[in-house]
């Protein structure tokens, strides 16, 4: 910790106003839950309010318990700059005591700082630690953290030590009541066995298994009672039809073409959820959905879904993963290791469990 101070708000369960300041994506967001409950443990009597991008904050709206959101849009070019200097005046309205800041970025201490929180505290990373009264050190190369614990660790830091690390998503009754009414809409009877599948990931093609591979998995899991939903957001629908070409009874292809929220209520209807390390994969973990998760060019320790119903498939043996690349010089090697077999057998063992 480069500042030992530990703040006036820090020290006592008092009312003051905190802002969380949330991760950017789906899943970052979902491991940052037990960050977000906790400060509504550690501090009881505060007025808590999570300020989060467009998408990440309907994650925060459909789960229980309640908690004060603000929404922004991030911008581009310029519009992101204007956009910035208009949020941080914005919440200046707010008089906010101290903010949380989750994401590492430069700019989530700079809305901080033009919002004229005066204690802000977060990792000294991205060149910002003197936007910071309290810093604490870079530790996103710290072996074997999890990410869940990297979030944590701005709690800890001021004593907070009893925390649930678990992420957990309880959502909604309006939300599970919409989840319901897609189902019936796509023809799909409540008591069939709903296998959800995303076969993207937002990172790059080192997070994605091959679709004709989940294609096979998704053919010889094909028994009566059982429909598969294929997930995902915008850009990887042609992965999406890919799978769906090499199928003689294709799954229903959703990717691309539902909301944050339904998909998140489609995820909680799920007998099982299969992917990649993604952001629905956090989604079906902190919902507690049986799951199998595929990692290649990532790291389970680091990224893993906190789920015990989970099977987890890396091939560790594979002399050059992790290397957290975008794009395999290797012909990715890592995701050729992961085998048909092996993830149609954890699946169809979940599935019979």
């Known amino acids: 910790m480069e500042n030992p101070a530990v703040s006036t708000v820090a020290q006592g369960n008092v009312s003051k106003k905190i802002l969380i300041v949330a991760p950017n994506w789906i899943g970052d967001a979902v491991l940052s839950l037990p960050a977000v409950d906790g400060c509504a443990r550690f501090w009881p009597e505060a007025d808590l309010t999570v300020l989060a991008r467009a998408g990440v904050a309907t994650l925060f709206e459909a789960r229980e318990p309640a908690v004060r959101i603000v929404e922004y849009q991030r911008g581009n070019g310029p519009h992101r700059i204007g956009n910035l200097l208009g949020l941080g005046w914005r919440l200046r309205r707010e008089q906010f005591d101290l903010a949380l800041l ?30 910071l009264t309290h810093r604490l050190r870079d530790r996103r190369k710290e072996r074997g953290l999890h990410q869940v614990d990297y ?16 992420p957990r998503l309880q959502l909604k009754s309006k939300c599970i009541e919409m989840g319901l009414t897609l189902l019936s809409d796509m023809g799909i009877d409540k008591r069939q066995v709903l296998v959800g599948v995303h076969p993207g990931a937002a990172y790059g093609e080192t997070k994605r298994w ?20 294929l997930l995902g957001g915008p850009g990887e629908e042609l992965i999406a039809q890919q799978i769906s070409m090499v199928m003689d009874h294709p799954p229903i292809d959703l990717v691309g073409k539902t909301t944050v929220a339904e998909a998140l209520a489609l995820v909680s209807m799920c007998a099982l959820f299969l ?7 956090h989604v079906a973990a902190a919902l507690n959905i049986p799951q199998v998760a595929l990692f290649g060019s990532t790291d389970p320790q680091k990224t893993a879904p906190l789920n015990d119903r989970a099977v987890v498939i890396h091939p560790e043996y594979v002399g050059c993963t992790p290397c957290f690349k975008r794009s395999c010089p290797e012909d990715l090697e890592c995701m050729k290791a992961i085998t048909v077999q092996e993830v149609y057998a954890a699946a169809e063992k979940l599935l019979r469990d």
């Open 210 to 229: 091959f679709p004709e591979r989940f294609a096979a998995v998704l053919g010889r899991l094909q028994k009566s009672g059982r429909r598969f939903l």
């Open 151 to 166: 979030y944590l660790g701005l709690l800890r830091s001021l004593g907070a030590s009893q925390v649930n690390r678990i």
């Open 102 to 131: 989750l994401p590492n970025s430069l700019s989530s201490a700079m809305v901080a700082l033009l919002a004229g929180v005066p204690e802000r505290l977060g990792y000294s990373t991205d060149g910002r630690g003197w936007l």
């Open 275 to 281: 992917s990649n390390d993604s952001g629905l994969m």
